[in-house]
Nanobody
Framework: QVQFVESGGGLVQPGGSLRLSCVVS????????MGWYRQAPGKQRELVAG???????NYADSVKGRFTISRDNAKNTVYLQMNSLKHEDTAVYYC?????????WGQGTQVTVSS
């Protein structure tokens, strides 16, 4: 069984910052890639940022220059530093991990950007 512990979501004003963390534990094999997705009400889930075990990174165009993804392979942890947050960043943010056994998802953490 694979467990995710996501943290760092919350309410923030436009222009503010949040840092999301996701720790993966349990019956895990090598984690090839980790990433953050988000889903806003009425919209499909979309990739925010992803990072491989060799630190290759990709970002959604909408977050480039504002968000930074990083990873601690030894701790099976991925982070998402979110700066200059906008109303349209409001969503549930999900962590995922790609392993030999498949792709696994966290339970999600709510990020709300509102004044």
């Amino acid at each position: 069984q694979v467990q995710f512990v996501e943290s760092g979501g919350g309410l923030v004003q436009p222009g503010g910052s949040l840092r999301l963390s996701c720790v993966v534990s349990g019956s895990i094999s090598t984690i090839y890639a980790m990433g953050w997705y988000r889903q806003a009400p009425g919209k499909q889930r979309e990739l925010v940022a992803g990072i491989t075990s060799s630190s290759r990174i990709n970002y959604a165009d909408s977050v480039k220059g504002r968000f930074t993804i990083s990873r601690d392979n030894a701790k099976n942890t991925v982070y998402l530093q979110m700066n200059s947050l906008k109303h349209e960043d409001t969503a549930v943010y999900y962590c995922n991990a790609a392993m030999a056994g498949g792709i696994y998802w966290g339970q999600g953490t709510q990020v709300t950007v509102s004044s």
